[in-house]
């Protein structure tokens, strides 16, 4: 019998924000990460994630119109989840930053 494991990682940081998500966005962001198996950097992006650079292997993926994902392909080909947020919180960020310069 051969056990199938899952090359992703989801980091333990990454837990908590699952927790405060009501559970149609949990199961959201899951399928989201589940669809992430069969990710390869040799073929093009899906519409719904973004390289974030060039000389990295970090992604954007977006669950839906709040939520995204920030992962990382690693050498030996895995896939670790570093992020979970909304789009609102960046741009809350970024506008607050832009006020303080």
Known sequence: MTVNQSRIKIDSSVLPGLDVLSEEERANVLKSIDSLENFSIAQPLASNIKK??????????????????????????????????????????????KQNV
């Open 52 to 97: 974030l650079q060039e000389d990295e292997q970090l992604y954007l993926l977006q669950v839906d119109a709040s939520l995204r994902i920030i992962f990382e392909v690693t050498a030996e080909n895995k896939i670790e989840i570093s992020h979970i947020f909304r789009r609102e919180t960046i741009e809350y960020m970024f506008r607050r930053k």
